[in-house]
């Protein structure tokens, strides 16, 4: 019987032949990955097994983006928790504010995570490598603690859902369009449990940081993981990259699929997700006049390079709107210097946009950007829950950065054609 | 093990922000998240629940982040257990792992009202409504989670693991 790109990197990592959908493994990880939120959590569970090392040094990987720079005493205690951790395992992949970026931006691009690989993350969106044809998967911060460990992971192997997109994409629609208008369609449960497996001509032309956007987004429709099949563009994105053997699998012809869902996406216009579920996604055109306080431009969904630069085209020679705040936040320290060489930086700033250290802030409501009561926001991230952003009373519009960049001109929820023609 | 407790009723999609928000994850403290559990699905959450009481939800509960303080404040708040028509993938893995006892039955989501009073038989899952006299069923766990229970949750069980084979 045929397999699924995801069943075949979960067999080969147990070990086994063969995996079917439902079947319980034990299977060995690539990477094992930790914020400065949920690592502090994870730390404490390890000490308790009394284990002088970790499985592999090199396998761990450490990030504090969510809370820093620190924002808090607080946080600052649980930053120095992870610093010291990494220090006293010899943890390399530690990366400090000044080198650190948005988890999720920063380990494909320092290239730590790979195609075939098996990642876990201690943090819901560790889905994203899916874009590079690695299974990655979220969990807790006690399985992270299991992991560094052991270098093990017990999974109960999904099924698959294939989604096929037919045609070519309209200017100003991308990544986070398909995602939304997918989300709309099935649900914030509609693949929970599930692989979700993106393909289709649609997907063979989407830029790598578009895949990075729509892999990111599986969780918001529950899925375990979001896949790609990796082909060239993959291949070109991590030769540079890769400091160890990686592996392209891809699904068999005969694979077995939960279901196939087919979307003609021709005329897809870029979507919003209304407040408070990712689910509630409508084209722009739909949405009304909707007028607001602030714009977040950036997070592990839409702080790439490709972000910046579509946010910069919109925003070339254009303001801010007066009762607007525009906030820019690239995801990594190398994709900030390259928004100053390619002089995006200096276009948000003279559109009169702030633009921030690469940090998760306001994405989560941490800081750098929190909503008033009745606050309106604009925003590229991935998630529109009430209190999200700031007061269970404030409200987040997801868009692509397109639709942001436009919104933030306009001072209302606004399609990109609105201010650049 | 019976669990027994007075229910609390919640929608679904419960995310893990309106569970724990964001804005108090600058700790780990259970004591200091159970003050603000539910906050943001019902903010008088954590003054109303008692010791014991049972959180009974739609589909989808636990939905968002990984963040296990979600569970972890939910315990700490003195909920006995959480019984729901689904759970979300990481929320469910995380209950184990920490010890937060969990029930899918759709059958209770739907029949359960806010007041009842449950009582659950943990080994069975066998979900008897006191104040209605109905009993439901609740999905059976997988063997292989029977072990980690048993073991008394996933650092246990790999604490067992590391004496017996190493790392
Ligand atoms: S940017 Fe937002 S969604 Fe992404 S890792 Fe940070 S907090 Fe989570």
């Known amino acids: 019987m045929g397999m699924t790109i995801s069943e075949k990197i979960l067999a080969d990592h147990a070990g086994l032949a063969q995996v079917s959908p439902g079947q319980l493994i034990i299977a060995?990880?690539?990477v094992v990955m930790g914020n400065d939120i949920t690592a502090p959590v994870a730390i404490k569970e390890f000490e308790k097994l009394g284990l002088d090392r970790v499985f592999n040094p090199e396998a761990i990987v450490l990030v504090p983006d969510h809370f820093t720079p620190n924002k808090d005493i607080k946080s600052a205690e649980l930053a120095k928790t992870v610093r010291e951790f990494a220090k006293k395992h010899k943890i390399t992949n530690y990366f400090e504010v000044g080198r650190m970026g948005i988890e999720h931006c920063l380990l494909p691009e320092a290239g730590l995570a790979l195609?075939?690989?098996?990642?876990i993350g201690a943090d819901s969106h560790t889905v994203t490598y899916g874009a590079l044809g690695a299974f990655a998967t979220g969990v807790g911060s006690t399985d992270m603690a299991a992991a560094m460990a052991t270098g093990e992971v017990w999974f109960k192997v999904p099924e698959t859902i294939k989604f096929i997109y037919h045609g070519k994409l309209q200017p100003w629609v991308g990544g986070k369009d398909?995602?939304?208008?997918?989300?709309g369609d099935i649900g914030v449960d509609g693949a929970r449990?599930?692989?979700?497996e993106f393909t289709g001509e649609a997907i063979d032309s989407l830029p790598m940081d578009g895949r990075f956007t729509m892999a990111n987004m599986a969780i918001e429709a529950g899925g375990k993981a979001g896949m790609f099949i990796p082909d060239e563009a993959v291949l070109e994105y991590v030769q540079e990259r890769a400091k160890r053997p990686y592996r392209l699998y891809k699904s068999d012809p005969d694979a077995v699929y939960a279901r196939v869902v087919e979307y003609d996406v021709s005329n897809l216009e870029p979507q919003v997700a209304l407040p408070h579920s990712p689910e509630n996604a409508r084209p722009v055109s739909q949405v009304g006049n909707i007028t607001i306080d602030q714009v977040i431009i950036g997070s592990c969904t839409n702080g790439r390079i490709q972000d910046l630069r579509e946010a910069a085209q919109v925003l070339q020679g254009k303001s801010v709107h007066p009762d607007v705040r525009l906030i820019i936040i690239p995801g990594t320290q190398s994709i900030y210097l390259q928004a100053v060489h390619e002089g995006l930086v200096e276009t948000f700033i003279k559109a009169g946009a702030v633009v921030s250290t690469p940090t998760c802030g306001p994405c989560l409501g941490g800081y750098m950007g929190i909503l008033a009561k009745g606050e309106r926001a604009v925003s590229t991230t991935n998630r529109n829950f009430v209190g999200r952003m700031g007061h269970p009373e404030s409200e987040v519009y997801l868009?692509?950065?397109?639709?942001?960049?436009?919104?933030a001109v306009?001072?209302?929820?606004?399609?990109?054609q609105e201010v650049v023609g | 093990m019976k669990i027994t407790g007075r229910v609390w009723k919640f929608g679904h999609d419960v995310d893990t922000d309106a569970i724990i928000p964001a804005r108090y994850m600058n700790t780990f403290d259970p004591a200091e998240m159970a003050r603000h559990c539910m906050e943001d699905a019902d903010p008088a959450f954590a003054s109303k629940v008692q010791k014991g009481d049972i959180i009974v939800a739609g589909k989808n509960f636990g939905c968002g982040s990984s963040r296990e303080h979600a569970p972890i404040a939910i315990k700490a708040a003195g909920v006995s257990c959480v019984v729901a028509q689904s759970f979300a993938r990481i929320f469910y893995r995380n209950s184990f792992n920490i010890g937060l006892p969990i029930f899918e039955s759709p059958a209770a989501a739907e029949a359960v009202q806010e007041g009842d009073v449950l009582e659950i038989d943990a080994t069975s899952g066998l979900i008897t409504n006191l104040t209605r006299n109905e009993k439901y069923q609740a999905t059976p766990f997988p063997e292989f989670m029977q072990q980690l229970i048993a073991a008394g949750g996933l650092m246990n069980y790999v604490a067992e693991r590391v004496k017996k084979v190493g790392v």
């Open chain 1, 28 to 30: 060995r990880v690539d």
């Open chain 1, 115 to 119: 195609p075939g690989d098996l990642i």
């Open chain 1, 178 to 183: 398909l995602i939304l208008h997918t989300i």
């Open chain 1, 193 to 196: 449990y599930m692989a979700m």
């Open chain 1, 399 to 407: 868009t692509g950065p397109a639709v942001a960049a436009a919104s």
């Open chain 1, 410 to 416: 306009t001072g209302k929820i606004s399609a990109p």
